[in-house]
């Protein structure tokens, strides 16, 4: 059975800096991209970040460039989403997501499993 566990989400200000996780169960991870999304209430779930198997290619959305940096430890299973300079309109639930195989990484349809999600809340 696969699982995606999110961790590290909370309520900090404006300018301030969080580091989510999200920890995967049930699948060869190495293997695959590992996305993370976002959704704001009332809008549509939105691509943050990702990055590919082998860790070294990474892709970001223009909103979080320079301020987010998104890596992986294959060796544990598990993804980081750095969040630097952190703005309120980073405010949202943030997801993490596998895509095993394939193209597609900032599309929310070409993911295979998700996290349950984290909220992040940033105060001005």
């Known amino acids: 059975q696969v699982q995606l566990v999110e961790s590290g989400g909370g309520l900090v200000q404006a300018g301030d800096s969080l580091r989510l996780s999200c920890s995967a169960a049930?699948?060869?991870?190495?293997?695959?991209?590992m996305g993370w999304f976002r959704q704001r209430p009332g809008k549509e779930r939105e691509f943050v970040a990702a990055v590919f198997w082998t860790g070294t290619s990474t892709d970001y959305a223009d909103s979080v460039k320079g301020r987010f940096t998104v890596s992986r430890e294959n060796n544990k299973s598990t993804v980081y989403l750095q969040m630097n300079s952190l703005k309120p309109e980073d405010s949202a639930v943030y997801y993490c997501a596998a895509l095993l195989k394939g193209w597609g990484a900032h599309h929310p349809s070409s993911y295979n499993y998700w996290g349950q999600g984290t909220q992040v809340t940033v105060s001005s």
């Open positions: 049930g699948y060869t991870f190495s293997s695959g991209t």
